[in-house]
């Protein structure tokens, strides 16, 4: 680990910035390229997101809601972490450090930083947000921890529930999050080991898990997260959260009824019949209005809809930064959701969080 001032030894003078090389072994020096380079692009980043968010008339709030310090196994401190939330332009990041909250009182004198948990003496990994303590209790269940946690006032979500890179999970652990109750918290993406593209085989398989548990008539919400143990993954990934305060309890609030999008790029807004995303539609309406919006500075590249499983519209573009859809669908289920996800040209991705439809019995 370097510690430095990293914005002022980038930005700052260059006389500086040799002298502070000839100190350095070759390793060092070759972090300090890695470091240089990652910055840099995730400048680039952090500006194309926000040219999109100018387009946009929505509130939303950038935020990833799982990440890890010095306090447990990342390689940076809060201090650190702090530069880089900036750096990327995010509005705020949750630092979930394991099975501890050491990193609380230092999380505390920076508004951006949030401390949370990441419960992982269990088979699966589940964080925690807003928790009252660190949870130690031994669980005989998933669902067990899911409800203790609820009920002593944290908001928990299962991390990487398919497995992260290079550790899949085997078929009878995610069968356990398959048999539980109706509405919980999981992420869809998660960027732990990735740097450039968050998404690969385990996120594929989570998102697959995702729609056969809302096919399955359950109200499940789906986050991303970079899961960073390095400092400079912040900003791969992220939730945009529809809200309109930076206040804890409103984004909080926000989280838990679905009100937000996942994305490495785009943004993307579902609405049925003028409800939100995370919302039910209790109805026997036989035909329901649909609308999407989809916006990226970096051109469009297609649009879809997916009901109950199922792609029902699939539009494509020729990199048009700001496009919307409407249309009617006929249910006749009794149970089924709608939900969207956008692409850009550069291959990027956005999914919405459903809007869940309930026949009137």
């Given at each position: 680990m370097l510690f430095y001032d990293f914005k002022n030894m980038l930005y700052g003078d260059s006389n500086l910035m040799n002298d502070f090389k000839k100190q350095l072994s070759f390793l060092q020096q070759r972090?300090?390229?890695t470091h240089i380079y990652l910055s840099r692009w995730n400048e680039e980043l952090r500006n194309r997101i926000?040219?999109?968010?100018?387009?946009?008339?929505h509130k939303i709030i950038r935020c990833d809601l799982h990440s890890h310090s010095t306090h447990s196994d990342g390689r940076y401190g809060i201090d650190e972490l702090d530069t880089w939330v900036e750096h990327a332009g995010l509005d705020l990041v949750a630092?979930?450090?394991?099975n501890t909250l050491s990193q609380t009182e230092e999380c505390n004198r920076f508004p951006s930083l949030w401390a949370g948990i990441e419960v992982s003496a269990f088979k699966h990994h589940v964080v925690v947000l807003s928790p009252k303590d660190v949870v130690t209790e031994e669980y005989e269940s998933l669902k067990e921890m899911l409800e203790e946690i609820k009920n002593g006032g944290g908001l928990p979500f299962i991390a990487h529930p398919c497995g992260w890179y290079r550790n899949p999970y085997t078929d009878e652990a995610i069968q356990e999050i398959e048999n539980l109750g109706n509405r919980f918290l999981i992420e869809i993406g998660n960027g732990a080991g990735n740097m450039f593209n968050y998404f690969d085989?385990?996120?594929?398989?989570?998102m697959k898990l995702w729609d056969r548990l809302l096919v399955g008539g359950k109200k499940v919400i789906g986050?991303?997260?970079t899961d960073a143990h390095m400092a400079f993954q912040l900003g791969i990934l992220w939730n945009g959260v529809l809200c309109e305060t930076l206040d804890r309890i409103d984004v909080l609030n926000a989280i838990e009824k679905g009100r937000l999008f996942v994305s490495d790029g785009p943004i993307c807004i579902i609405e049925v019949e003028d409800k939100k995303m995370g919302d039910t539609i209790t109805s026997n309406k036989e035909k329901l209005k649909v609308k999407v919006e989809c916006y990226d500075i970096e051109g469009?590249?297609?649009?879809?809809?997916i009901k109950n499983g199922e792609i029902i519209q699939d539009k494509h573009f020729n990199g048009d930064k700001s496009v919307e859809i409407e249309f009617t669908d006929t249910t006749t289920e009794d149970i089924g959701y709608f939900r969207a996800e956008s692409y850009s040209l550069d291959k990027r991705r956005a999914y919405t969080n459903p809007i869940f439809i309930r026949k009137n019995t």
């Open positions: 972090e300090l390229r926000a040219e999109t968010l100018k387009m946009c008339d630092v979930t450090d394991h085989v385990t996120d594929a398989e989570a986050l991303g997260n469009i590249s297609n649009l879809r809809v």
